[in-house]
């Protein structure tokens, strides 16, 4: 009698427990899906005009090359202050705020003394998570490159390419394909480094693979901080 009474309330603990199972599943793919675009919601306030444009350094003298996409470098803002929730990976410092991957590309550049270059289009995307979201979905697994505002002369003095970006649902944002396809890498060691912690590297290596066939591309790195950067790309033994 006892076993037959004990079954229902087992099931009850299994209905309960496949509830919450699934109740977390939902929160930790909302949560992805939050931080692939906004992963600091809690930066301050800051004026647009406080906001890098994207730092570049290009001599020609190393044979390392740091390019990097930055939505904070790429996007509208509006009137008045903005912090994390409507700019992004938004991190402030010394009164300026930085995107996550110039970050990432900065630290690169510290260990590397390799040239830096932003990769930045000429239609700026919008200003809103939305509008940002909805435009590279429109924009994924299409042919739309986006027209760039900076150039390199050559990236014939190159050896090798660190390629800094966000994975924005497991892909390339479009600018980063542009800028692939606007030079030829053939024979150049690419490392791909993306700021999406939940993410991993998504099937950036593939895409980049794809439009660099003749390139030798690196497993890389899905970043977590500036020293992790910077300790990996000594492990590849990339440091100056």
Known sequence: MDSEKSKPQNRRRVVA????????VIAAAGAVFYCTFFPNPLAKSISPNQISEGTISVTGESDVLIAYFSLTNNREYPSGEVDAVSSASLKIRDGTGYGHAELLAIAAQETTGGDL???KVNDLYPDTYGGAFDRHHSEMGSPIRPALME?????DCYDTVILIYPNWLSSLPQPVLTFLEEYDFAGKNIVPIATSQALG???GPEQIKS???DAVVAEGLSARSEDG???FLIEMELQQ
């Open 17 to 24: 427990t496949v509830i919450i199972g699934i109740f977390i």
């Open 117 to 119: 270059f932003p990769i």
């Open 201 to 203: 590297l998504g099937s």
């Open 151 to 155: 150039h390199l002369e050559t990236v």
């Open 229 to 231: 950067v910077k300790d």
């Open 211 to 213: 439009v660099c066939p």
